[in-house]
């Protein structure tokens, strides 16, 4: 398992319902946590190890001993939002790219946890900025979707810098061309 980066084609899927939560899965759900701490991460998607699930994890802290903080958010779906606020954001499949994006500053978000029971929260701050964050993930949608048109520009040098590496990688034979990695998507879809 390994954190993809843009445009890699995992990141524009929309991720499929996971159906059963099983051993696999909890092997999955350590390993991505694992992958996130290593990255200096606080929230990872499914669709950035291309895996194509609506599940991510979450721990605020980033930090590997904290697992009490650990969270599991299956088959999500934001049932509110409420007010906008603007903060920073970085994502671990554009390293080093950090911009402000426009979020709701509440959200009631309910999920299924990795035991297969229902939750719902109440979020604001940093959680309801990550929570939509991880979301958009599992419908194939970026935070370099959601810049302010200025802001897109300032960055569009690095985002552009990102394809031409990952176009590079494709070209040496490094990494499967899209269509093979799009197969692999379907493949992988939960039955
Ligand atoms: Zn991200």
């Not at 991720?15 to 939560?21: A, L, T, Y």
């Not at 599940?55 to 009490?68: C, H, P, R, S, W």
């Not at 109440?122 to 599992?138: F, P, T």
Request: glycine fraction near 6%; hydrophobic fraction near 40%; aromatic fraction near 8%.
């Amino acid at each position: 398992m390994e954190i993809v980066l843009y445009p890699h084609p995992a990141l524009r899927w929309k991720s499929r319902p996971v159906k059963e939560i099983d051993a696999a899965l909890h092997k999955t759900v350590g390993e991505m946590f694992d992958l996130m701490y290593e990255h200096k991460g606080i929230g990872l998607a499914a669709n950035q190890v291309a895996l194509p699930y609506r599940l991510f994890v979450l721990n605020l802290t980033g930090e590997a001993d904290q697992k009490q903080e650990e969270m599991v958010f299956i088959n999500p779906e934001i049932l509110k939002r409420k007010g906008t606020v603007e903060g920073e954001e970085g994502c671990l499949s554009f390293p080093k790219l950090y911009a402000p994006v426009k979020r709701a500053a509440e959200i009631v978000v309910e999920a299924f946890d990795l035991e297969g029971n229902v939750f719902e929260y109440e979020l604001d701050d940093l959680a309801s900025r990550a929570v939509q964050h991880e979301c958009d993930h599992l419908d194939g949608v970026l935070f370099i979707d959601r810049l302010a048109e200025a802001v897109r520009r300032e960055h569009q040098p690095m985002i552009a810098d990102f394809e031409a590496a990952f176009r590079k990688r494709q070209a040496e034979g490094e990494l499967p061309s899209d269509e093979s990695l799009k197969q692999e998507l379907k493949r992988r879809e939960p039955k």
